[in-house]
């Protein structure tokens, strides 16, 4: 399974995808996520499962279960949108809440053992060198604390520029 993350209006996802293969799992902003709160209930309540009910609580479980994750998110300070890193700050289920030391940092330990590619494109106008650089180290850092091998990055300056980057999904 493969896994669109996006921060687009519904329009502006269908001009884009017209057209969206079955073996995808579409995440988009319908309103109702809710923050994480740091708990810890998707680690020592319902492990590996948000105690949140709001239809963003399979994260972990989501992405147990992928092989590649897709992003498109508007560059806002070289970070990803609200939305977006919301989603990925629910996705913490996916790991454990014990620590191991990796490169002489501290990171949670893998709960599952699936490598994931991911790939992320940012769109924005008058995106920055500063926001570019920003944006691809937490990309990489990202990856780094998900044990995600491989990732690519792109930035466009509008959705115009992004639909001839993103390949049909």
Same mark, same amino acid.
């Given at each position: 399974?493969?896994?669109?993350?996006? =921060?687009? /209006?519904?329009?502006?996802?269908?001009?884009? #995808?017209?057209?969206?293969? *079955?073996?995808? &799992?579409?995440?988009?902003?319908?309103?109702?996520?809710?923050?994480?709160?740091?708990?810890?209930?998707?680690?020592?309540?319902?492990?590996?499962?948000?105690?949140?009910?709001?239809?963003?609580?399979?994260?972990?479980?989501?992405?147990?279960?992928?092989?590649?994750?897709?992003?498109?998110?508007?560059?806002?300070?070289?970070?990803?949108?609200?939305?977006?890193?919301?989603?990925? =700050?629910? /996705?913490?289920?996916?790991?454990?809440?014990? #620590?191991?030391?990796?490169? *002489?940092?501290? &990171?949670?330990?893998?709960?599952?053992?699936?490598?994931?590619?991911?790939?992320?494109?940012?769109?924005?106008?008058?995106?920055?060198?500063?926001?570019?650089?920003?944006?691809?180290?937490?990309?990489?850092?990202?990856?780094?604390?998900?044990?995600?091998?491989?990732?690519?990055?792109?930035?466009?300056?509008?959705?115009?520029?992004?639909?001839?980057?993103?390949?049909?999904?």
């Amino acid at each position: 399974m493969n896994i669109l993350i996006h =921060d687009l /209006s519904n329009m502006q996802f269908q001009s884009l #995808f017209p057209e969206v293969c *079955n073996n995808v &799992h579409i995440i988009q902003d319908n309103g109702t996520i809710k923050h994480c709160t740091g708990c810890f209930g998707c680690w020592i309540k319902t492990p590996g499962k948000c105690v949140l009910k709001d239809g963003y609580d399979n994260m972990g479980e989501l992405l147990s279960n992928s092989a590649k994750v897709t992003i498109i998110s508007r560059c806002l300070y070289g970070c990803y949108s609200p939305f977006v890193k919301n989603v990925l =700050d629910r /996705s913490i289920p996916w790991l454990l809440p014990f #620590f191991k030391i990796k490169n *002489n940092e501290t &990171h949670h330990k893998r709960r599952y053992r699936n490598n994931i590619q991911l790939t992320v494109h940012f769109y924005g106008e008058k995106i920055t060198t500063e926001e570019r650089e920003t944006a691809e180290k937490l990309v990489k850092a990202n990856c780094n604390n998900f044990y995600m091998k491989n990732y690519e990055i792109s930035f466009s300056n509008s959705l115009e520029e992004l639909s001839g980057k993103v390949i049909a999904i």
